[in-house]
């Protein structure tokens, strides 16, 4: 049981470029998440789907897209890469009555 | 606008003592408050929850207290572990459809000394 994967572990991006963070579960989740952390500081909410075909924006959406096709998968697109979304990336996904979010491993993204 | 606070960014313990890691929260509508344990280079783990209507949790050697009155909430692990040294996240949501929403704090460093 794989839990929450998340493609690719780190990239480093020039200003300007575009690229697809990936995202899968295989817990059959309906929520599903994604954060960003930026040093010394708490997880902010980009993007949020409650289920396949649903999504909708957290705290910080600028500059990010996200599709939700199938229940298994959120990919988080980012358009045009500037300095300030150098980050480290979490996807998360929880189930209908537990409050408790899993989270994958995190990519390291670094625009320069 | 922190709907989630963490004011102390850093924690020292010897190991085998009591650790207490604070939290504040401003939004009397979060349903649910859980503690999230972060090593570097990982994603977040959930170690325990409470819900709005409790207050207080016990898993093994992690207990949460909820004071909602006072809109705070403690997480006190006894004993204290070396394993346990970590960024603790602080999070609240609220419940059904789009309220299910973790709203974190900015973490706690706790560092349990041998």
């Known amino acids: 049981n794989a839990g929450v994967t998340q493609t690719p572990k780190f990239r480093i991006l020039k200003i300007g470029q575009s690229m697809t963070l990936q995202c899968a579960q295989d817990m059959n989740h309906n929520y599903m998440y994604w954060y960003r952390q930026d040093p010394g500081m708490g997880l902010k909410l980009i993007y949020y789907s409650v289920g396949a075909g649903i999504t909708d924006k957290g705290e910080v959406p600028n500059g990010y897209n996200v599709s939700r096709s199938t229940t298994e998968d959120f990919p988080l697109r980012l358009e045009l890469a500037a300095p300030s979304q150098t980050s480290v990336y979490f996807c998360a996904s929880k189930t209908t009555g537990f409050p408790e979010a899993f989270f994958g491993q995190g990519t390291r993204l670094t625009v320069v | ?114």
């Open chain 2, 1 to 114: 606008d922190q709907q989630v606070k963490q004011n102390s960014p850093s924690l020292s313990v010897q190991e085998g003592r009591i650790s207490i890691l604070n939290c504040d929260y401003t939004n009397s509508m979060f349903d649910y408050f859980l503690w999230y344990k972060k090593y570097p280079a990982e994603g977040p783990t959930f170690l325990i929850s409470i819900s709005s209507i409790k207050d207080k949790n016990e898993d093994g050697r992690f207990t949460v207290f909820l004071n909602k009155s006072a809109k705070h909430l403690s997480l006190h692990i006894v004993p204290s572990q070396p394993g346990d040294s970590a960024v603790y996240f602080c999070a609240a949501s609220g419940s059904g459809g789009s309220n299910y929403k973790l709203t974190f704090g900015k973490g706690t460093l706790l560092t349990v000394n041998p």
